[in-house]
């Protein structure tokens, strides 16, 4: 099976219109053909996806091609920091055959949120006033 | 205020109501048997008066029992003209293991002495000697306590959640118990603390440091065993040595060994006592020389002076949240007025994620638990304190004494942690978004004077949760902390408000199964030498981007 | 470094299959036939039970095999009902964190998987079911994990003895080595 997303362009603001054409060959016509729009996140700890999405196409052929169109979602834009990105992705899952996945940034300007930003380190972490003063 | 709260399903209610729900069956059951004991009791107090004669008295003993002395008592008395005789000492007559204690009780009932009885007027052949004293009433407080957390506690769980979903976020939080009942909860631990040391605690010190200067008194070892008794808990053991002493003439018996006696685990230092007061020799004991029954073979105290702390603990920690309670701020309306209208949509004095009055609450709790379970645990292993356990028990008894001492200081650190300047916070806006406006208002009440410095920032973390096998670990990242104020002068550390804007680009407030960022309102005032303000406050920071 | 650069982050330390000197697929498979298509995979936390156990999963699964695959939560003393409900198979079962179950809870796993045609465990201790797979740990397993990961030749022996062999907590401290090197 051989499949293609193709976005007009990988990078949106929360509301704007999410729109492109997918692609697939594969050797038998599949049940099943869906795009999903999804969020995923990468990191020290497990992964957490949520699908705020789907468009699923009727009568998908062997060889086929489809247009899409979504809406950005307001939340949650796409971010990054030491322990967790947040990633957005355009997921094609065709049954049997697997899926395809490609990776879109949606955010304020269209731009991934840093979130381990050293100007926002305003104030130490609390120090121990004392041997008495530890946080709690 | 929007407060982003952990989620505490039905299920969660319920689990924590079962734990509190045991805690007040238990106690509603020991309640009621109490309850009836006294009832019993006060009966006897409306029977009517008369005298009576002491036919023969002597002490009863039943061999092989763990209790085997009781009073055995013939008197005869008359009601409405007629002639009864009866044999029962009490109410319910009680044996007992000290034999010097029941023939102190009939050393003034001997045949032929006149004295006072009890008859029960609907029942006229019915008649005690003695009736109980009041001193059981007392111990009501114990099962009380339980009652009183197990029904708070439920009180607590399904009060909280009606106020969650009835009140606005910006409600004042009170505490789960309100004042009354954390009053009430603090008076009862106070209570049993004072009762445990009135009625048990110093007279047990106050004898044994006497016996130091009571009449040596020559006596003659009866018999002398190590005595076990066995129960669902294991068998345990004591010191069982019975003695004839004479004093003025009169020949006495007892079995008394030590003030603070019992019988605990250990057998090695009962049966090392035992071997020094064989059968048939000739050893000293220890009279009271105002009451010749009242007799030791060792006296002076030792190690259970120790006992002294667990009712001065007790007391301490029911004080403390007494105290507490007393600090504890009124309900407050909402102020509002005083922020800009344009950028309010709601707003209140926010919440602190724990309070300092929770806090101590639990550390006590703890604190009480574990203390209680290993101070029976070292007494028992220890033949109560009365020597020293070896380097192998020691060792494996450290970190459950260390654990013990850490609960202790924590309660130190709390009830002093309460004394604290207590901050009330208030936002502009139920939500933030980047780029906007934050204005903080707060008060500071109480001892505003003592802070060094005070800190009011915003933090944003990262919490990340990765499982594997049985293993969870939680990280977290501080990525950003936003300050608000850092004031070193008390007139304005005490009440204030800052306006400042937000970076125009900050991540949302986001919460998945694993991952989180997590946005909170920080204070932290430093105190020297004493434990610091550390306040937070969760909120919720919105996705958008200014410019 | 950002979280999704992390070459130790979770999705690729997950997806690094189980390793061991002298380990054999074929041997494993002989093994637990020998006890009776019932066996446990014993080792500390750390050392590569519960990786082992996913990748045995998963070759089961490309084998078109019926396999069942039961996760025990912490202090789960016995089986819920759903869990109860899949255990009644002839397909494979496989446990993971068996350990957690309280004596009741193991004697019905073995009840309930007495007509499923295999039955794997992984465990702190052996006992429970015929030891199957003792799982190792060493330095130079751990540095061949990093190597995996990074590309990059790294002697990783002292990271090793410092968490005790617990390959996984070694794996966390070089996340934060990462995540440390430049701001995100």
Known sequence: MTAQILPEHPFYQPGAEIKGRVSWTSEVAPRLAELRLFWFTKGKGDRDAETAEAATFDLPQSSDSREFRFRAPEFPPGFSGRLISLIWALELVLEPGGSVLTELVIGPEGRELQIDCPDWLEVPEPAKSSWFGFNR | MSITRSPSGLAGKLGVSFFFGVFLAMGLFFLGLMVREVAQIAVTYSWKETTATILSSSVGEKPGKDDPFSPIVSFRYQWEGRAYTSDRYAFKPKRMDDYSAVEAKISALSPGTVTVCYVNPRDPATAILRREGWGIAFFILLPLVFVVVGGGGIYGTWAAARRAKSEPLSSPKGSGLGRGGTLLFGGVFVAVGAGLLVFWFLPAAAKSLASTRWTETPCTVISSRVKSHSDSDGTTYSVDIFYRYTVNGREYKSNRYASLGGSSSGYKGKAAAVEKYPAGSQRICYVNPDDPTDVLLKPGVGWELLFGLIPTAFMAAGAGVMWASRRAPKRVTRVSGALPAASVTESGPLKSRASPLARLFGITIFAVIWNGLVGVFLWNLSDGFQRLPGVFFLIFFLPFALIGLGALAGVVYCLLALTNPRCRLQISSSVLHPGESLEVSWTLAGSVHRLQRLRIFLEGREEATYRRGTSSYTDRHVFARLSLAELSNSLEMAQGEVNRRLPGELPPSFAATSNKIIWTLKVHGEIANWPDVNEEYEITVESGIVK | ?184
């Open chain 3, 1 to 184: 470094m950002k979280a999704r650069d992390n070459p130790f982050r979770s999705e690729c330390v997950d997806a690094l299959a189980y390793r061991a000197p002298g380990f054999d697929w074929q041997a494993l498979e002989l093994r637990l036939a020998a006890a009776g298509g019932r066996g446990a995979i014993v080792g500390p936390e750390g050392h590569g039970k519960t990786t082992l156990l996913l990748d045995w999963v998963k070759r089961r699964r490309d084998e078109g095999a019926e396999v069942i695959f039961i996760k025990l939560a912490t202090n789960q003393r016995r089986l819920t009902a759903p869990q109860r409900e899949l255990l009644a198979t002839t397909g494979f079962v496989f446990v993971d964190s068996a350990e957690q179950l309280g004596w009741l809870g193991r004697r019905e796993l073995l009840r309930l998987t007495a007509r499923a045609s295999g039955l794997v465990v992984t465990t702190h201790r052996p006992g429970c079911l015929p030891t199957v797979f003792t799982c190792p740990s060493s330095p130079q397993l751990l540095d061949e994990l990093v190597r995996e990961l990074t590309g990059d030749d790294t002697d990783c022996a002292s990271s090793w003895y410092r968490h005790r062999g617990n390959v996984r907590l070694a794996l966390r401290e070089f996340y934060d080595q990462n995540a440390a090197k430049g701001n995100a």
